[in-house]
């Protein structure tokens, strides 16, 4: 088969020259189509419900809602884990799945099931179901501020309706301006003195609705039929009727609720309007919080693309858009907040940088070994046609170009020539002999082309394994895999197809290479002669290189300087966000006359409760606030995000020591904490608020102590005061008060009564009814309540108002109630900060108390695991692919000891470049296993081949290992050479391939240097050993076939 493709494509160069424009052409077109974006579209397995419940503290919410919710959410097939957070007016269910689990089937469910339980939750309680999909991470967020406040909400809805019309824009949110609502403000001493029940209001006014009432039939047509009894205008409203003066002598309570079946009325009564007992007007909802850009209020608008959509035209086209808006607004101040396209122009920008320079300087050192233009040609093309074929198929598998596809293009670029120089060198040499190029191309090819294909195979089985591994790291780098095995591929067809039809135009030179290899033949005899001492000392550096691979550091995912700063502090409990507002001021006001000097851009500020999905799905307080700074690219300054946040410190702590407060400051992640969590996160299980509360308080003491930890926080940090009303059921009907009643006495004075929407202007504003007094514990006790008994009854007569402490947020994990305790860690690798916590775990807790650990720790832990299996699965298919190359089951365990040799690379270069192991370092190992072994399949194959041929078997040693000398250092030089951009690069993003890069070199590059001097060693040892215990010989030692 080999033969007829070889000679085939040799004899017709017109035919690969078309075939190869062809694959250009597509290339390019795919290449302009493909979609950029930072990172994969991976589909995440999260999925959120937020359920406003307004005016309910943490416990109400957490038996009234969260319970519910998470009851009818654990029905739904493929949940991993069910998290939740209660907390004033919000509950927030979120629900992990299994990898693999087609989360939009899953979302429809959980809607499902939820309706199925709405019995179950308060009235006019609506969840949200929230799907997490990376679309949703804001490709453009941009403030605005003008010199007229009030003109602020007008020119933010005219530029979010100019963004929305876009193309690729899906969704454009304004924060900063409150909802808008009808608030009617009822005046209890105008109801008293004309003796009309606050009751009749109510009812008068909920009938603001429309009603289903079935079909009609008239002549031949049916109608549907419906009853409208929605206001029409705020005049209208003005002028219902609520009742009439008097009413209160004439009816009770009771029978308002019958008010439709008709009422008694005196013969002489005088109607009541709404406009003579209330205030009347649209205003914008209460918000405690707010927005800040720069440290002016401002509305900010979040932009969110269409999911495939390319994130650099997108952002290109909504920055376009903005200065057109801002000529036609000139007194409008614009401040881009987040330009994700920028970081993402950078970092895939420094990737085809290191890509186009690492195709360059292959190109010179295979020049440089083969000193002809037209051999070089021959195997350099190889280089864009194979990286055109492969974007060609990830344009066809719906791929984007991303920090991962790239990442995998770049680490292939140096291993695409790999087959071409094995099959060019072995038809050059034939050339060198003057054969036929023909002739020469199919000889000469079918020598190595068993080789090549099993090399690239056991390359791509080190990937296999990713279709069977789960968790978010495995998910990422499974398209890194991808790319660079539609590199592969491509780069093997290419080779047995374009490279020999080159036979025809390449002109052989005279080798001078001779003195070298004769050299190279003296030592490897000496080296045969000395096997023991030799192979001893490469077990002592082995050993040695593990044991300083073993004593470094792990870590989870490298810090990846994005520019970005995040400051989060709280101040004590019951704090209102005004004073809140003022710290923020301070830390602001330092931020911007140290704009220069701190590399800052923009500030972008949250605090308090703004009254967002958004900040109900991050959990903000009221005494709480967010700060993102934004900083000059990384290769603009010349300090480090890190550097810059530690410089921080000791101004935001001074402030936090005034307001009594803790804060937390981190930099570089791109987004990885909202993914993972927090670096360290334990937590503690109990139903008892109380018990948990210690268990956190000890535990946090306890790990302060541990070096390189900072930043520790308990989900108690949060605690509160509350008044709790409790109401007496028996002095309740005792005083003709029903208990339901009672509650509803207390809405009107505080969140207010929602009595259905009116329609003006193109919106739906719902309708509020609330009565004017102020709150205070005082008028609580002194709230009048309808009785049917003849005496007036009040609150404080059925009723005790205490105040207590309580957990401001009241978390769950699979439906029991947990106490956390966060922390991050500073200038000490994660998993040794995580021994040290298990190591006080294991002496210091018992089973029935002893806490979980989570958090980017529990996540480095799993993907370890995840690696190591996928590391042992595509060995075992590597052994199972050489073996059948060479039909024996030894020949594998030789090569495969280039794996341990390469792994003494790997340790140098951390050790020397201070790396850490991490993600990207093991995705690396993968890599460099499925690479490594190449070399030695080529030097056995033709060791084997010159032994079939009847050369003796040390004879065969020597001379198949110089004769493959020439094409292991060529592919292993360019690799390495290639890989060299990328592994020196500071460009934005990376700080992922960096390692990936280091690790794949150093590896190489030792691997090199064994497989020339050990593996000839090792083939001469366990040769021998096999023929002792195989009857059926392969080769003599003499070299003939047995």
């Not at 416990?59 to 654990?74: D, F, L, R, S, Y």
């Not at 040695?544 to 300087?561: H, N």
Request: aromatic fraction near 8%; hydrophobic fraction near 45%; proline fraction near 4%.
């Amino acid at each position: 088969m080999w033969k007829h493709i070889l000679e085939t494509f040799a004899r017709k160069p017109i035919s690969v020259f078309l075939l190869t424009i062809s694959l250009i052409l597509l290339g390019i077109v795919a290449w302009q189509d493909i979609p950029i974006d930072l990172f994969p579209n991976i589909s995440f397995p999260y999925a959120a419900v937020v359920t406003p419940y307004l005016g309910a503290g943490p416990e109400e919410v957490e038996v009234n809602v969260t319970n519910p919710i998470e009851e009818a959410v654990g029905l739904v097939s493929g949940v991993k884990r069910i998290s939740s957070r209660s907390f004033d007016s919000f509950s927030v269910v979120e629900v992990e799945f299994e990898w693999g689990t087609d989360i939009s089937y899953a979302v429809s469910k959980i809607r499902e099931l939820i309706d199925a339980f709405a019995r179950d939750l308060p009235e006019d309680v609506d969840p949200i179901v929230v799907e997490f999909n990376p679309a949703m991470i804001p490709v453009y967020v941009v403030g605005i501020g003008t010199k007229e406040p009030n003109n602020i909400e007008t020119l933010s809805k005219d530029l979010q309706q100019n963004l929305s019309r876009l193309d690729g824009v899906a969704n454009v949110e304004i924060l900063g301006i409150p909802d808008k609502e009808v608030l009617i403000d009822v005046d209890p001493e105008k109801l008293e003195k004309m003796e009309i029940p606050f009751d009749s209001v109510k009812i008068m006014l909920s009938a603001g609705t429309k009603y289903p009432m079935g079909k009609i039939t008239e002549e031949d047509n049916v109608y549907p039929l419906s009853v409208s009894t929605k206001f029409a205008s705020l005049k209208e409203l003005e002028e219902t009727i609520i009742g009439f003066r008097g009413m209160s002598r004439y009816i009770n309570f009771q029978s308002l609720s019958s008010i439709s079946d008709g009422l008694k009325l005196p013969p002489f009564f005088v109607p009541v309007r709404l406009k003579q007992v209330a205030d009347v007007g649209i205003k914008q909802k209460e918000v405690r919080g707010g927005v800040r850009v720069n440290a002016e209020s401002a509305a900010v608008l979040v932009v969110q693309k269409r999911g495939g959509m390319n994130t650099i035209k997108v952002a290109k086209k909504v920055r376009e858009r903005l200065s057109l808006w801002k000529e036609e607004h000139p007194g409008v101040v614009i401040q881009t907040i987040t330009d994700t396209s920028e970081f993402t122009n950078m970092a895939i920008n420094g990737l085809f940088k290191n890509l186009l320079l690492g195709a360059i300087v292959a190109t010179i050192v295979i020049y440089l070994f083969l000193r002809s233009v037209s051999a070089t040609l021959a195997v350099t093309v190889s280089i864009p046609l194979s990286l055109l074929t492969a974007i060609m198929l990830m344009y066809f598998s719906k791929l984007n170009f991303d920090l991962m596809t790239l990442g995998g293009l770049t680490v292939a670029v140096g291993m695409v020539v790999d087959n071409s120089i094995v099959i060019l060198e072995a038809i050059y040499r034939y050339l060198e002999e003057k054969m036929n190029p023909v002739e020469a191309a199919s000889k000469g090819g079918r020598e190595v082309v068993g080789a090549i294909f099993a090399s690239t195979m056991t390359t791509l089985a080190m990937f296999v394994p990713f279709a069977f591994i789960t968790g978010f790291a495995a998910q990422l780098f499974k398209f890194f895999a991808i790319s660079l095995s539609f590199t592969l591929i491509a780069s093997f067809f290419i080779a047995i197809t374009v490279v020999p039809a080159f036979a025809n135009i390449v002109k052989a030179k005279p080798s001078r290479d001779h003195r070298i290899l004769k050299g190279y033949k003296r030592v490897l005899d000496k080296l045969l002669t000395h096997k023991k001492g030799v192979i001893i000392a490469f077990v002592i550096i082995f050993v040695i290189s593990v044991f300083g691979l073993l004593s470094k550091g792990l870590e989870f995912i490298p810090e990846v300087d994005s520019g970005v700063l995040n400051v989060s502090f709280a101040l004590p409990s019951n704090t209102p966000y005004t004073v809140v507002s003022k710290a923020l001021e301070e830390i602001e006001s330092y931020l911007m006359e140290n704009k220069d000097e701190l590399h800052i851009v923009s500030t972008y500020s949250v605090f308090g409760q703004p009254g967002t999905i958004l900040s109900a799905l991050r959990g903000i307080q009221e005494n709480e606030a967010d700060m993102q700074i934004n900083l000059t690219p990384s290769n603009k300054r010349d300090k480090s995000s890190s550097e810059i946040a530690e410089s921080l410190r000791s101004h935001i702590e001074k402030v936090m020591k005034k307001y009594n407060g803790s804060y937390k400051i981190s930099s570089g992640a791109i987004e990885v904490e909202s993914i993972f969590g927090t670096q360290i996160r334990v937590t503690f299980y109990d139903n008892d608020l109380e018990k948990l509360r210690q268990l956190a308080e000890e535990f946090a003491r306890k790990l302060e102590k541990i070096s390189g930890v900072i930043d520790v926080t308990t989900s108690f940090r949060k605690q509160q005061q509350v008044y709790e009303l409790s109401i007496d059921r028996g002095k309740a009907l005792t005083a003709g008060v029903f208990f339901m009643q009672a509650l509803g006495a207390v809405q009107p004075y505080t969140v207010g009564i929602n009595t259905g929407n009116i329609f003006i202007d193109g919106e739906n504003i719902p309708i509020i009814l609330h009565l004017k007094d102020s709150l205070n514990p005082d008028t609580i006790r002194k709230i009048k309540i309808p009785s049917f008994s003849a005496k007036d009854a009040y609150m404080g007569m059925i009723a005790d108002l205490k105040k207590k402490v309580v957990p401001s947020t009241i978390f769950h994990r699979d439906g029991q109630r947990i106490a956390f305790v966060n922390a991050s860690v500073f200038n000490r690798p994660l998993g040794d900060v995580v021994k040290d916590i298990e190591n006080m775990v294991d002496s210091e807790y018992k089973a029935e108390n002893r806490p979980e650990i989570g958090g980017q720790a529990a996540n480095l832990q799993e993907t370890v695991t995840q690696f190591l299996k996928a590391m042992i699965m595509g060995i075992i298919l590597m052994y199972l692919i050489i073996g059948a190359q060479f039909e024996s089951l030894v020949y594998p365990l030789v090569i495969f000891f280039t794996l341990p040799m390469a792994l003494v690379g790997v340790a140098l270069v951390v050790y020397l470049t201070g790396i850490t192991v991490n993600v990207s370092t093991l995705m690396g190992m993968l890599t460099l296993a499925g690479i490594t072994v190449n070399n030695g399949i080529v030097m056995i194959t033709y060791i084997n081949q010159l032994r079939e041929r009847g050369m003796e078997k040390r004879e065969a040693i020597i001379e198949g290992a110089a004769r493959r000398s020439r094409p292991i250092l060529m592919t292993t030089l360019t690799t390495i050479i290639a890989l060299i951009p990328t592994a020196v690069s500071n460009a934005a993003g990376s700080e992922l391939d960096r390692p990936m890069a280091l690790t794949v070199v150093g590896g190489l590059l030792m691997g090199m240097v064994f497989t020339l001097f050990l593996i000839p060693l090792l083939y001469d040892i366990i040769d021998k050993i096999s023929l002792r215990f195989t009857k059926k010989k392969t080769f003599s030692e003499k070299g003939i076939r047995c």
